[in-house]
């Protein structure tokens, strides 16, 4: 396969990223709005992009791009979709925010909890970062306790008490990740390592009384895409049932994309609370909490744990999500799109393994994972050895070939239900060609 310039006007030697970049550097630290888009995992000039529909990117110089990122995991539609655009095409005629409750935001309330059962109340707010720093000070508020429990790899938005490493020893307490997240801030939050038992059991055989909550991804997609294994899942229910915590299940990531139901429907397993975003806001600013309502009637207006926003509950934010989420619960929705993502990956393998390289891959419904190494990683550390050099030649390789997958290692990937099987077929011949370039 060719790299992709059919829709280039000038060809390849005009390179309008390049002089974007430059002006974006100028006025924005870094030239990008959040990290990751920065491309310094991977060197190179990051892509302007101009538009998208369906599975595809067009960027600055017209080249199309067969999406993976999807926004980092909205848009499991694709780029848009009629009923979505429909949807919020007509919101926004009826005025963009008013600041005073909708019909809509209890329509989008109900469908949730509808799939959702572990929920019984839920408060909508505009990112995952703040859904899961609120959700957090709700369990403390609730149990009136200060720790929090949470895993190396993990990532919940980045709340000061959040940004924290693991310590040196077994159960100790973390240290801050940023400048600007002082100790003291960060001294009531204990860092496990993902999958570890033995250090679960320690934690709360030492700390129990002090829990407030336990938050996990319990499928990781911001270490690229790690399982919690389902005993080390049931654990983290068990062990906060006994000891008086709640268990915080972080579903930005995987509400509405792994399966209908989340992780917790997979697991089997009800949280005590759940957060959501990304899906939920179908690529507009949407995120939410919510949990039993004995739990959520603690919140302000009712209870004494505050939590507000200007924009929460967005009235063109919840068309554009309830749009999404109709089409998603949709009969075989989740059925034909874990089936276009596992031809995916067993495309790379066959075709990383033809190459004689160490590769193995994951996914559940829409979200993958693919790592150059032997074996899946069951925690950070394992994650942490994957061949960043590798990588970056993979990604590069890709990229030349009109295939955007997230631009660092630690990332999951995303299939939309605009993939085609045709798009899975490019996708794997341009790995196939990618691989070539790789040192076994
Ligand atoms: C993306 C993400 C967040 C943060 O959401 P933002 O909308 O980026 O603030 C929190 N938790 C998980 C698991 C995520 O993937």
Same mark, same amino acid.
């Given at each position: 396969m060719k790299p992709n310039t059919e829709s280039h006007p000038q060809g390849a030697a005009v390179d309008r990223n390049q002089p974007l970049f430059e002006r974006a550097r100028a006025v924005i630290p870094g030239g990008v709005n959040s990290p990751v888009r920065a491309f310094r995992a991977v060197g190179g000039i990051p892509r302007f992009i101009e538009r998208a529909q369906g599975a595809y990117l067009w960027d600055a110089n017209g080249q199309r791009f067969i999406d993976y990122i999807g926004s980092w995991g909205p848009m499991i539609l694709g780029h848009g979709h009629p009923a #979505?655009? @429909?949807? =919020?095409? +007509?919101?926004? *005629? @009826?005025?963009?925010s008013y600041g005073a409750p909708t019909a809509r935001e209890i329509e989008l309330s109900e469908a949730i909890l509808a799939l959702l059962p572990s929920m019984e109340m839920v408060r909508l707010v505009s990112s995952g970062t703040e859904a899961a720093m609120s959700a957090l000070r709700l369990a403390r508020g609730a149990t009136g306790r $200060?720790?929090? =429990? $949470?895993?190396?790899?993990?990532?919940?938005?980045?709340? @000061?008490?959040?940004? #924290?490493?693991a310590g040196s020893g077994l159960a100790t307490f973390g240290h801050p990740t940023s400048a600007g997240v002082p100790e003291e801030v960060v001294e009531h939050t204990l =860092?496990? /390592?993902?999958n570890n038992l033995t250090q679960l059991e320690e934690a709360f055989a030492l700390?129990? $009384?002090?829990?407030?909550?336990?938050?996990?991804?319990?499928?990781?997609g911001n270490m690229n895409f790690v399982r919690a294994t389902p005993a080390f899942a049931r654990r983290c229910r068990e062990l906060c049932t006994q000891h008086g915590a709640l268990l915080i299940f972080d579903e930005v990531m995987t509400g509405f994309r792994v399966c209908l139901h989340g992780v917790q429907g997979l697991l089997g397993i009800r949280p005590d609370l759940t957060v959501l975003g990304k899906v939920i806001g179908g690529g507009m600013p949407l995120a939410a909490f919510g949990g039993p309502r004995a739990l959520m009637e603690q919140l302000a207006p009712l209870g004494p744990v505050y939590q507000a926003g200007t924009l929460s509950g967005n009235p063109v934010a919840t068309a554009c999500g309830l749009a999404t989420l109709r089409e998603v619960a949709k009969?075989?929705?989740? /059925?034909?799109?874990? *089936? +276009?993502t596992r031809a995916l990956i067993d495309g790379l393998r066959t075709a990383a393994q033809a190459e004689g390289l160490a590769f193995s891959a994951d996914s559940e419904g829409g979200m993958f994972g693919f790592f150059l190494l032997p074996e899946l990683p069951a925690n950070y550390s394992a994650v942490m050895k994957s061949d960043g050099m590798q990588f970056k030649t993979l990604f590069h390789g890709l990229l030349e070939r009109g295939v955007y997958v997230a631009p660092a290692l630690y990332e999951a990937g995303f299939v939309s239900a605009a993939h085609s099987n045709e798009d899975i077929a490019q996708t794997v011949a341009a790995a196939r060609e990618s691989f070539k370039a790789l040192k076994r």
């Open positions: #979505v655009i @429909d949807a =919020v095409q +007509r919101a926004i *005629t @009826d005025g963009l $200060k720790m929090i =429990v $949470k895993f190396e790899g993990c990532y919940h938005g980045h709340a @000061d008490a959040l940004l #924290v490493k =860092v496990l /390592e993902y700390h129990g $009384k002090e829990i407030a909550g336990l938050i996990i991804e319990a499928i990781a009969p075989g929705f989740f /059925e034909a799109l874990a *089936t +276009r």
